[in-house]
T-cell receptor, first 112, second 111 residues
């Protein structure tokens, strides 16, 4: 089944404890992206990747890192999480940057 | 700054009603406008609009883009309780390949 998977789906952590949220797609998509969704603010793009080893900042990249070493994986890294990074995170992918994106199931992160 | 504004932010109607959701934008150069439906989980793709004036249709849902007046509408006819969701509008920015979302419209269909 064609899909985007994310892990973990739920995570509660404490301020400053490094964490990684994984994202994987099995559709051979070139483009992958991370979003956060907050009430009243909608979905905001954190980082995106046009292809392997090519990443770029979205609208809210501060406090996040990404890497794209393989086409199928696009992990989101929070080196030192803070409470304002408590949010619902979505990974998405598409064939290219100009196509509709398919979303993963979401990761609900709480930083205490 | 690229901006996408959806209205209304919230809408409550009765089953069987027809609704029109609006998406206006202040974006200088974009490739396409997308509509997504989000229920309790991930957004699911509905439509991609690239050309002005051409209606896209899928069952009871339809959408059209007006590049001159800088807006798009999503119509849902004969609404059902299963249409209750947040509807998201987004633009793919030309060149940067970024996706910019509006705040979404929360639609509630009462039986």
């Amino acid at each position: 089944e064609a899909q985007v998977t994310q892990n973990p789906r739920y995570l509660i952590t404490v301020t400053g404890k490094k964490l990684t949220v994984t994202c994987s797609q099995n559709m051979n998509h070139e483009y992958m992206s991370w979003y956060r969704q907050d009430p009243g603010l909608g979905l905001r793009q954190i980082y995106y990747s046009m292809n392997v080893e090519v990443t770029d900042k979205g609208d809210v990249p501060e406090g996040y890192k990404v890497s794209r070493k393989e086409k199928r994986n696009f992990p989101l890294i929070l080196e030192s999480p803070s409470p304002n990074q408590t949010s619902l995170y979505f990974c998405a992918s598409s064939f290219t940057g100009g196509n509709e994106q398919f979303f993963g199931p979401g990761t609900r992160l709480t930083v205490l | 700054e690229d901006k996408v504004v959806q209205s209304p932010l919230s809408l409550v109607v009765h089953e069987g009603d027809t609704v029109t959701l609006n998406c206006s934008y202040e974006v200088t150069n974009f490739r396409s406008l997308l509509w997504y439906k989000q229920e309790k989980k991930a957004p699911t793709f509905l439509f991609m609009l690239t050309s002005s004036g051409i209606e896209k249709k899928s069952g009871r849902l339809s959408s059209i883009l007006d590049k001159k007046e800088l807006f798009s509408i999503l119509n849902i006819t004969a609404t059902q309780t299963g249409d209750s969701a947040i509807y998201l509008c987004a633009l793919i920015i030309q060149g940067a390949q970024k996706l910019v979302f509006g705040q979404g419209t929360r639609l509630t269909i009462n039986p």
